[in-house]
């Protein structure tokens, strides 16, 4: 069974540009979440889709954003690129809820400059 | 306060030995928990969950929940240097949308010296 897959692995972009992430989930798997990680504040809750919609959304502006396509595969997008946003940004899959199992990728490595 | 405490480290230890990792939590709604290790440039892989006050054994590794005290550990019994890794505690509960979300530890960075 395949893992979770996560496009690109690293990625080096301008401040005030803008980026896209993509994650494919475990086959089957119908909730996408996403996360930022950081030295400083650790694993950060970003969203969370299920069934293309989403369902949970943590503290980030809305600068932060993403969407679930119908085969589950989910993108998040970050505009106007901050220096504060460089970061491993992680997504997990699980089947229906976050309750216990939740699998991750590899993560974006991605740094601003 | 954060939702989630636990300690950085970073930790070190004799290969062999006995490691103890704890986080402690405020949130009263938490239901689940679970422990995830970190390999160096990896995303997060799930070791153990439990949702009940005790112990629950895989192997060398023990989870271990106080929901009293609002405090988890996990003890790794005969440590060997692939353990190296940094370790996250992560809890879930019910959002106001009805669906769970994980909350987690900063993470300990554990090394086990050969």
């Known amino acids: 069974k395949a893992g979770v897959t996560q496009t690109p692995r690293y990625l080096i972009k301008t401040r005030g540009q803008q980026v896209t992430l993509s994650c494919s989930p475990i086959?089957?798997?119908?909730?996408v979440s996403w996360y930022q990680q950081t030295p400083g504040q650790g694993l950060q809750f970003l969203f969370e889709?299920?069934?293309?919609?989403?369902?949970n959304k943590g503290n980030f502006p809305g600068r932060f954003s993403g969407r679930q396509f119908s085969n589950s595969r989910s993108e998040m997008n970050v505009s106007t690129l901050e220096l504060g946003d460089s970061a491993l940004y992680l997504c997990?899959?699980?089947?229906?809820?976050?309750?216990?199992?939740?699998?991750f990728g590899q993560g974006t490595r991605l740094t601003v400059v | 306060q954060k939702e989630v405490e636990q300690d950085p480290g970073p930790l070190s230890v004799p290969e062999g030995a006995i490691v103890s990792l704890n986080c402690t939590y405020s949130?009263?709604?938490?239901?689940?928990f679970m422990w995830y290790r970190q390999y160096s440039r990896k995303g997060p892989e799930l070791l153990m969950y439990t949702y009940s006050s005790g112990n629950k054994e895989d192997g060398r590794f023990t989870a271990q929940v106080d929901k009293s005290s609002k405090y988890i550990s996990l003890f790794i019994r005969d440590s060997q240097p692939s353990d190296s890794a940094t370790y996250l505690c992560a809890m879930s509960a019910l959002s106001g949308a009805g669906s769970y979300q994980l909350t987690f530890g900063k993470g300990t960075k554990l090394s086990v010296i050969p």
């Open positions: 086959s089957g798997h119908r909730s």
């Open positions: 997990a899959s699980s089947g229906e809820q976050l309750n216990t199992e939740a699998f």
């Open positions: 949130n009263s709604a938490f239901q689940y």
């Open positions: 889709y299920f069934s293309e919609t989403q369902r």
